[in-house]
């Protein structure tokens, strides 16, 4: 096995769906696993056509009316569904250069008065007037609950890769359910002498990731344990799938999340855009209690790979507290404005000298 990857591999999902071809999909899913943490899927399930229709309406949501993208902004929502303006999300205190709209799989709120707090995640997106962008709705409502699905098909393949029974994850998604997230990035070109974090180095929180690269622009790279950074260009007709910190631990370390960065386009370019898909589990679920007994096998190939970069700073908070308090913690500390409307004690605790200063219009 390589010590130190140097590309992100691409996976074929079809030959997962034959008996024969299964287990060499199996091999290659397991070292992307264990070496990477990253991958391509080709051949997936989404019929390209989907993808190429809901990726022309992405510029036309940017281009809204700003009375539009005002009226569906996260500040309006509990549950940071919404769109934020350009410069007004932090990744570890740093701003990052991109403007984006999340939006979530679920049409209903789920707390109620006497549940904790973080139950309020859960609850409907805000989706702009449909005069206004015909179509929009439909397609990423529709969009968001396929890539549900087709997580979960990844997932009890994960399990498969790890000798686990394909069910092995089932009841992380069934405490108290599940809300997926997502969401559409826009990373404009830089102004002459600005920063070009795009999206500051980080790791994703949950099980899996999928992203969809919307444009033909570079600018996704993932840290390998050298700490080198090394590209994951859009290849036409992929997903990147990467592993979040929740399914990293549960895996005992198995499953790696790795680092990953975006730079901004080029002077020059045009605008970068990204979908990612994250898939969430039950909010009421204390990740680090639930770790997973892996087979004797499978922990020497974690042996066998050595150190990861385990800057895991922000996740240690998992082997006490409910994934949906972490996942809020987590959207407080990048979502201040939203914070400080809506979870005022939570906001005084992170932010006890008011909202940063950095130029977020507020
Ligand atoms: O836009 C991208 O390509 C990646 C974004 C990302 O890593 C994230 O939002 O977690
Ligand atoms: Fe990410």
Do not use: C
């Not at 990726?55 to 996260?74: G, T, Y």
């Not at 549900?148 to 089932?170: C, G, I, N």
């Amino acid at each position: 096995m390589a010590t130190n990857f140097a590309s992100i591999p691409i996976l074929d999902f079809s030959l997962s769906q034959r008996a024969e071809t299964k287990p060499q999909f199996l091999a290659d899913l397991r070292t992307a696993l264990t070496d990477v943490g990253f991958y391509y899927l080709k051949n997936h399930t989404i019929p390209l056509e989907d993808i190429d229709a809901l990726v022309a309406l992405i510029p036309d949501f940017f281009a809204l009316p700003a009375a539009e993208k005002e009226r569906v902004r996260m500040v309006h929502s509990p549950h940071f569904f919404g769109y934020s303006r350009f410069g007004a999300e932090l990744t570890k205190g740093r701003v990052d250069q991109r403007e984006q709209f999340d939006f979530g799989t679920s049409t209903a709120s789920k707390w109620q008065p006497g549940d904790p707090e973080y139950l309020k995640l859960w609850g409907p997106s805000q989706w702009p007037d449909a005069a206004l962008l015909p179509g929009f709705r439909a397609a990423f409502t529709s969009y968001v609950l396929r890539m549900q699905q087709l997580s979960h098909a990844l997932l009890a393949l994960v399990a498969e890769a790890l000798q686990l029974a394909p069910d092995a994850f089932k009841h992380f998604f069934e405490a108290d359910g599940n809300e997926d997230r997502a969401k559409i990035v826009k990373y404009p070109v830089p102004a002459p002498g600005s920063s070009d974090q795009g999206v500051g180095p980080h790791f994703d929180g949950g099980f899996l990731t999928l992203l969809l690269q919307a444009s033909p622009h570079r600018g996704l790279q993932v840290q390998n344990r050298a700490g080198e950074w090394i590209d994951a260009p859009p290849v036409p007709g992929t997903f990147v799938v990467n592993i979040g910190k929740a399914l990293e631990t549960v895996t005992q370390g198995v499953a790696i999340a790795t680092s990953h960065r975006v730079l901004s386009p080029e002077p020059g370019s045009t605008p970068r855009y990204s979908v990612p898909f994250f898939q969430m589990v039950s909010q009421s679920t204390v990740i680090g209690r639930e770790v997973l007994d892996m087979p004797e096998e499978i922990l020497k190939i974690k042996e066998a790979r050595g150190q990861v970069i385990a800057d895991s700073i922000n996740y240690a908070e998992y082997n006490e507290l409910p994934s949906g308090l972490v996942a809020l913690i987590g959207r407080i500390k990048s979502h201040p404005d939203v914070a400080e409307r809506h979870y005022p004690e939570l906001f005084n605790k992170f932010f006890p000298d008011g909202l940063p200063k950095h130029g977020m219009a507020y």
